[in-house]
């Protein structure tokens, strides 16, 4: 079982309407959680990170974590072409080790004008 | 606030060479991770470095070291290149290494081909 889970899509959404993207990860102790855009041949950007329970808003993104159940979601509403790219979930699942971040393989979206 | 740099952006070596890759974290950051990106293996952990020691180390051969100086700037180092070292090189700077403070963000990366 990977550590970190995502379904690879590709995942269309059409523009305006709401994107919703799921990670799965595996370990309980996990404290903290990041959500990165990539743009093909760019490097990751941080758009989200969150550490407790519950949701988490910045403009059009919303992160959501549910411990109990081991995933982090992330919103994006009022989809734009702009938000076209790879999301990549990630978790800090070793409290003594902060740089010990897993990244999961990532879901392509595609908004569709 | 300048981000994250690296240098070089792309770097074309042989089977054999050695490559030395910098990172200069964004100012007041102390802790400095690099990563490997592949398309097969996504983004696999390297090594962190914080206040000049090395606090974390992925599960890649010993080929693969890095250092960093007093200024938090960071190097990499890959001898005895393989093809499969073929990858974008990322380093990612945060201001701490404390959990769960400790976001990280992402330079541009470097493009490393081995021939």
């Known amino acids: 079982q990977k550590e970190v889970e995502q379904n690879s899509g590709p995942l269309s959404v059409p523009e305006g309407a709401i994107a919703s993207l799921n990670c799965t990860y595996s370990d309980r102790g996990s404290q903290s959680f990041f959500w990165y855009r990539q743009y093909s041949g760019k490097s990751p950007e941080l758009i989200m990170f969150i550490y407790s329970n519950g949701d988490k808003e910045d403009g059009r993104f919303t992160a959501q974590l549910n411990k109990a159940s081991q995933y982090v979601s992330l919103l994006i509403r009022d989809s734009q072409p702009s938000d076209s790219a790879t999301y990549l979930c990630?978790?800090?699942?070793?409290?003594?080790?902060?740089?010990?971040?897993?990244f999961g393989s990532g879901t392509r979206l595609s908004i569709r004008p | 606030k300048a981000g994250v740099t690296q240098t070089p952006r792309y770097l074309i070596k042989t089977r054999g060479q050695q490559v030395t890759l910098s990172c200069s974290p964004i100012?007041?950051?102390?802790?400095v991770s690099w990563y490997q990106q592949t398309p097969g293996q996504g983004l696999q952990f390297l090594f962190e470095y914080f206040s000049e020691t090395q606090r974390n180390k992925g599960n890649f051969p010993g080929r693969f070291s890095g250092r960093q100086f007093s200024n938090s700037r960071s190097e990499m180092n890959v001898s005895t290149l393989e093809l499969g070292d073929s990858a974008l090189y990322l380093c990612a700077s945060s201001y701490t290494n404390r959990v769960p403070y400790n976001e990280q963000f992402f330079g541009p990366g470097t493009r490393l081909t081995v021939l």
């Open positions: 100012s007041g950051h102390r802790s």
């Open positions: 990630a978790v800090n699942s070793d409290y003594s080790s902060a740089s010990k971040i897993i």
